[in-house]
């Protein structure tokens, strides 16, 4: 069975352009949620949705948005970058059926912002 | 506002000996805490989950403990392995069943001595 999967791997951008993240949950799993992880800090949250609607916010700027299609896959939009942006982002989904779930995380996009 | 902290932030053990990490987080209001390891560069993979209502978790080599009114939570590895290189990260999930959001800590790195 396939895992959480990401895409693209690696990403270089500018400060001020805009970027798109892709997730694909694992067969089955209808909560997406999206972290932040900066060079030796644990994952920061900044969304998560289930069946396409925000079921959770973090402390990040309106910059940042995301968005789950009818298929659960789901987007993390960031505009205007910063070269704070730069971290990896890391993508994890579940069933969300029982309270005690694994949550699986994908590997990761690592976004460096020059 | 949960605050999760491990440590220490690095330990260098020899192979074969046994090893506990610490975590320990600020608000008992928990769903479960659960353990994750980290390869350089890559995502997360989950170790163990324990419940709020447990007190430990076993798997394999690994198992983890659970102290909610004391806050606290370890993870123990016997007879290390070269292999358990790796960074460790706890992280709490929050007492509300539709968010799924996990608060981690800066995590652990494990280096194992051949």
């Known amino acids: 069975d396939a895992g959480v999967t990401q895409s693209p791997t690696h990403l270089i951008k500018t400060r001020g352009q805009h970027v798109t993240l892709r997730c694909s949950p694992i067969s089955g799993h209808k909560s997406v949620s999206w972290y932040q992880q900066v060079l030796g800090q644990g994952p920061q949250f900044i969304f998560q949705y289930y069946e396409k609607e925000e079921r959770g916010r973090g402390n990040f700027p309106d910059r940042f948005s995301a968005r789950q299609f009818p298929n659960y896959s789901s987007e993390l939009n960031v505009n205007a970058l910063l070269l704070g942006d730069s971290a990896l982002y890391l993508c994890?989904?579940?069933?969300?059926?029982?309270?005690?779930?694994?949550?699986?995380f994908g590997s990761g996009t690592q976004l460096s912002v020059l | 506002k949960q605050e999760v902290t491990q440590i220490p932030a690095a330990l260098s053990v020899p192979e074969g000996e046994n090893l506990v990490l610490n975590c320990s987080f600020t608000d008992s209001a928990i769903y479960n805490l659960q353990w994750f390891r980290q390869d350089p560069g890559k995502g997360l993979t989950s170790l163990l989950l324990i419940q709020s209502s447990q007190r430990e978790q076993t798997s394999g080599r690994l198992n983890a403990s659970l102290d909610k009114s004391s806050g606290r939570s370890t993870l123990y590895i016997a007879a290390s392995q070269p292999g358990d290189s790796a960074t460790y990260l706890c992280a709490a999930r929050g007492d509300n069943f539709g968010n799924e959001k996990l608060t981690f800590g800066t995590g652990t790195r494990l280096t194992i001595i051949p």
């Open positions: 994890a989904s579940s069933a969300l059926v029982m309270a005690n779930e694994k949550l699986f």
